[in-house]
């Protein structure tokens, strides 16, 4: 009797250990930079955008797409140039995280996406400037979803918006994702070596 009454205790205790509004480190060949994360404005694009970062998705990726005036673009193609495959798509939230108040202004996370509204997965984007034209409604009738912020490092940013760029905006030296991980998430443990 006393475990079944402890059982959704413990599972209450599971997901308390989510913070209210997680933050995600991302370290780069330019530098490091820390997103804030707003699961109550997007719940099902920050679950899917966490799901990506904790599996290790994005280490060794980069930031394939660079256009100083508008946004950074990354999490979706290799050092190598090849797209890392990202199966898991999420539904546009645009609507619901600006009814919230989550715009595309400089500092906002936002997820890329293709012409269907409902393509994005792992690929998402900085704002480096206000770019209003990308909220809700949009030009397509659903804009590009925010979910989250950067809360430390927009010089970091910067640093990868200045990036001399070839065709394709794509940065003529390459800008890598060496790692991505949520603040407070535990390492996991290491193997211990194997005796010879």
């Not at 407070?184 to 211990?192: C, Y």
Request: positive net charge; proline residues 7%; hydrophobic residues 40%.
């Amino acid at each position: 009797m006393r475990l079944a009454f402890l059982a959704p205790l413990l599972a209450l205790s599971l997901f308390a250990t989510e913070p209210a509004k997680p933050q995600v480190k991302f370290t780069t060949t330019l530098g490091s930079f820390t997103v804030e994360l707003e699961p109550e404005a997007a719940p099902k694009t920050v679950a899917n955008f966490l799901r990506y970062v904790r599996s290790g998705h994005y280490k060794g990726t980069t930031f394939h797409r660079v256009i100083s005036k508008f946004m950074i673009q990354g999490g979706g193609v290799t050092a190598k140039g090849t797209e890392k495959p990202a199966p898991q798509k999420v539904e546009n939230e645009a609507k619901l995280a600006f009814e919230k108040g989550l715009k595309n202004v400089r500092g906002s996370l936002a997820m890329a996406r293709t012409n269907d509204p409902h393509s994005a997965s792992a690929q998402f984007f900085v704002n480096v400037v206000d770019n209003a034209f990308l909220d809700y409604p949009g030009r397509d009738g659903w804009g590009y979803c925010v979910f989250g912020k950067v809360i430390e490092g927009m010089d970091t940013v910067d640093a990868i918006r200045n990036v001399q760029t070839g065709p394709s905006d794509k940065p003529v030296k390459t800008v890598e994702i060496t790692s991505a991980v949520v603040i407070g998430d535990k390492a996991p443990a290491r193997k211990a070596p194997r005796k010879k």
